[in-house]
């Protein structure tokens, strides 16, 4: 059975700690985890994603909406931060070499990841923000036995 978590985050400071908080417990996992980030545009997904990248020690982060990934890497993490936004196919992903990105013990965030269906992993974990203004809501629900184990630490 699923755990789906219900989450109100009532500024931007509070989705940066959230992601933060779920880095702490994907660093403790030490396992290949794959995010999907979820939402309309201005939900706050590169936020997430600036907040979780930035736990590590990366200072600057930036978006991936051109480029298609962006790598962070340092001793302790790989972390691919895919946004398929400008997609026109799945396939598009094959081209950059998407299975090289899901080697070892990486991090994959990914962004608009319907769009990549067929080319990239299973989410371990999804997460899907909506509202406005500061305020969202944040679904978060596990797929797998890794994305258990992280809502567990979470929650914890």
Known sequence: MAIILNLVLKNQQQTYEFSQ??????????????????????????????????????????????????????????????????LSSAEELEYIGVRDYADGKNIQLIEWANLGQGAIKAADITINLSGSGERRLAVISDNTKIGKQLLGCFLT
């Open 21 to 86: 908080q779920l880095a702490k417990c994907c660093q403790a996992l030490d396992a290949e985890i794959v995010i999907y980030l979820q939402g309309d545009l201005g939900a706050g997904k590169t936020t997430f994603a600036r907040g979780f990248i930035q736990y590590f020690g990366f200072e600057k982060v930036k978006s991936p909406t051109y480029s298609l990934v962006e790598s962070y890497q340092n001793q302790q993490i790989n972390i691919h931060h895919f946004d398929c936004y400008r």
